[in-house]
Structures are given as structure tokens and as C-alpha cells.
């Protein structure tokens, strides 16, 4: 593992150390453990951790958009499904740093469901997800709104409850941000951490040399791995154990959690 590496390396290779997060998207009632543990099984198996952003309580009929049918349900139907409705899943989960994605990810009124200026109704929906999260035995560190939007009065709901926000866009201008020491940015007492999407896996191992001074997110989408008849896509998937064989000899690359990073 590369954080051991740099650790008895001592303090220069330490200095010198890139930090990455690694982040799934998605996660919900209805994905197959199986789909996770043979995306991540390779990295959890060298000591490289993963971030699982879950839908606590997926609304099961949800849409993007462009109104098409999410792709991350591999069940379709009416109302929400808990994730403790998955116990296979939720047991796997614990092998993962966990975080709380959203509530159910629905849009209400053609607006994804933190980008509404209802604080009572993100505050209702941050304390249920949590609470879903909770009752299948999972403890969130962190935040992420479905497609990374907010409005000022759902961002500072977030903010109070959780240490740390993922979010992918730039900051938006209203937020009121703190600079302090070292660049780490706060807003409301959270911090906040940058995600940069997903990385293009043609060659996983440029990547990983191409990463720059730390912290760097990747957010993955486990279910783009699949086809419509749920079979795993060799490339992409062979891709990705090639990041994480690159990852695991990585002297200079620390692969790290949110909680490391508070
Ligand atoms: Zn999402």
C-alpha cells in the first residue's frame, strides 16, 4: 500500500506524496454487491480505500434530466427502497469509506432534489438519508448532492451536518469560502473538497504519474462498467485493475480517505 511506503520512507518521501480519493457514485438498494466488489475488490484488496457515495433511499422510478430513466437502477418501480432492503450490499458497504449521496436523488418539480430553495426540505432530506444510511449499520463522513447541486439555503443544511462536502463544480460564487493554512477551504464549518470527475482510463498508469500536489478525487460511476444485461465490460474494467496495480507500487501517491483529510 502506498501510504505504508512513503510512511517508512520518511518525512522527505512523505513531503513529496500526491494524495488521491477514489470515489464510486450511485450505489443503491437495487446494485448488486457483486458489481462493487468486482470493481473495487483489486484496490480494497491492496489496502487501497474506496469511497462509496450511496443513495440512501433510492426513489425507484427517477429520471434524469433529459427524462430518461436513471441508470443506476437495475430495478424499476414506484416509491423508494432503503438500502438496508440490500443487506448483502450494506454488508459490503462497511469494507468502504461511506457517503451520503443525496436522499433518494429524485427531482422534484424539474429541479434535482438539493437544488431547491427549501431549507426545512434539504434539512428533512439530509437527517432521512443519514438515518436510512444509519439503519443499515453505515456511518457517513461526508456529502455529496446528486449532480453536485445546491442552492445556498440545501448547501448550508449540508454544511452544519457534515465535516466535509464533495462537490465537483467550482464553488459557487455566494458561498461564503474560508481559506485558511494550506489551502483547505471551509464554508459554514464544512470542508470542502473538489472532486475532478471522471478520468478518462486509456491509460491508467499516465494517470496516476500525471496526478499533481494532492488532494485529487476521481468520482467513478459503477454502473457506466455494466451493459443493459448487467455484464461486466472487460476493457474498462481491466483498465481500472491496471489503475489499481499502478496505485499499489506507487511510492509518491498516498491513496486516502475524506476522514484522513479532516
Ligand atoms: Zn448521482
Redesign the pocket.
Known amino acids: 500500500m502506498a501510504s505504508r511506503d512513503t510512511r517508512t520512507g520518511g518525512l522527505e518521501d512523505r513531503a513529496r506524496a500526491r494524495q488521491l480519493l477514489i470515489h464510486d ?2 450505489a443503491n438498494a437495487t446494485t448488486p454487491a457483486g458489481w462493487l466488489e468486482a470493481l473495487w475488490g483489486p484496490f480494497l484488496a491492496r489496502g487501497l480505500p474506496i469511497g462509496l457515495a450511496l ?1 440512501p433511499e433510492v426513489r425507484l422510478d427517477a429520471r434524469t434530466a433529459e427524462g430518461e430513466p436513471e441508470r ?1 437502477l437495475r430495478e424499476r418501480g414506484r416509491g423508494t427502497r432503503p438500502l438496508a432492503a440490500n443487506p448483502e450490499l450494506a454488508r459490503l458497504a462497511e469494507r468502504f469509506e461511506v457517503l451520503q ?2 436522499c433518494t ?1 429524485e427531482r422534484v418539480a424539474g429541479r434535482y432534489e438539493f437544488d431547491r430553495h427549501d431549507a426545512a426540505d434539504a434539512a428533512r432530506r439530509l437527517e432521512r438519508g443519514r438515518a436510512r444510511l444509519r439503519e443499515a449499520g453505515l456511518e457517513p463522513v461526508a456529502f455529496a448532492a ?2 453536485d447541486l445546491y442552492t445556498p439555503a440545501s448547501f448550508r443544511e449540508a454544511a452544519r451536518r457534515y465535516p466535509a462536502i464533495v462537490n465537483g463544480r467550482f464553488w459557487p460564487r455566494w458561498l461564503p469560502l474560508r481559506s485558511r493554512l494550506g489551502g483547505a477551504r471551509r464554508a459554514f464549518g464544512a470542508r470542502l473538497l473538489r472532486h475532478a470527475g471522471e478520468p478518462d482510463l486509456a491509460d491508467p498508469a499516465g494517470l496516476v504519474d500525471a496526478l499533481g500536489r494532492g488532494p485529487t478525487i476521481w468520482v467513478f460511476h459503477h454502473w457506466r462498467f455494466f451493459d443493459a444485461a448487467g455484464r461486466a465490460k472487460a476493457r474498462p474494467l481491466a483498465a481500472l485493475h491496471r489503475l489499481a496495480e499502478r496505485l499499489a507500487e506507487a511510492r509518491d501517491v498516498e491513496v486516502v480517505r475524506v476522514a484522513d483529510l479532516l
Open positions: 457514485h450511485d443513495i443506476y449521496h443525496g436523488h446528486p449532480q
